[in-house]
């Protein structure tokens, strides 16, 4: 199978996603992906002509599909200025820097999220309180292009009303956090369709997003505390919630910048799971998945440097 059916298929794996966030939050989100397309398409065309590369369409479609993973973990209300500032990190830092395709350290789409949420952390927390909530065509223009500001229309993700619940209880926090996490839910059962599409057709190996969900639920179910006011959340609060199922099946399992021994690939998942319960429950963001993947990202080339070292000595004993 060549890279690009590889990337359309893993397209077609992320359209009940997209489709979920279309019908939860808006045309916003729609917006995001079509921008963040035409920006990739550009800055893939000029990038690959500085560095005198030939045009290459598997790398264009890969900079479109990292472009449309990072657009899918946006906020509908977010600016288009911001949406092509994470675009142009997530290709310039995260990819071309590197030396171009098949060569980035780092996922691409989380290099541009985490410039994004280093620089705009207040913008990239504007979500819409809950499904059918969302602005006419025209005010959604206007937010877009920056004439008209997002007040009355955003609120939190359901990891952000864990984060600053306060001294409420679990039980208590569900009283104002359900409806937001219904959304989530759906949107979660979404990608979690495409993601067994993507292991059905064979362009992911099911081991990786397995290692990285038990590497997430397995420390949040130790923890939980069954809901007191000090509590890290439910292990179904952080199956759902957040990107945990977009990055298990589609943002992790980037076969660039994970390890390639399967050792190393298990033990990777397992990290990133393990970070993004530390981060969303000790760490100062809510969700904490694309810092994980990044800090994982730097260990990959370690992992398997130990895999193999281990594979080889146990084969001399």
Known sequence: MSSE????????????????AIYVFGLGILFNVLFAILIAVILEFVLQRLLGHPFSRVATSSGCLAAVLLALCLPPLLPLSYVALGVGFALIFGKYVYGGLGQNLFNP??????????????ALSQWLPESGITPDL???????????????YTGATALDLLRNRG?????????????????????????????IYLIQAKIINYQLPLAMLLG???????????GSSSSLGSPILHFFAGATLLGAFFIITDPVSSPNTPAGIIT????????????????AYPDGLAFAVL?????GPLLDHTARHWQKTRRSI
């Open 5 to 20: 059916q590889l990337m359309v298929r893993t397209t077609i794996g992320l359209t009940p996603g997209l489709l979920a």
């Open 167 to 195: 001294a409420l209880t679990i039980e208590e926090y569900w009283l104002t956090a359900e409806t937001v996490f219904s959304d989530q839910m759906l949107i979660g059962s979404a990608y979690l369709l495409g993601g």
């Open 268 to 283: 990777y998942g397992l990290l990133i799971g393990l970070l993004t319960f530390l981060i969303r429950g000790f760490g």
């Open 216 to 226: 997430l639920l397995v420390p949040s179910l130790l923890a939980f505390d069954g």
């Open 295 to 299: 800090l994982a990202n730097a260990c």
């Open 138 to 152: 025209e005010t959604l223009l206007a937010i877009k292009l920056q004439l008209q500001p997002v007040d009355g």
């Open 109 to 122: 789409a989380m290099v541009g999220y985490a410039a994004l949420l280093l620089t705009a952390p207040l």
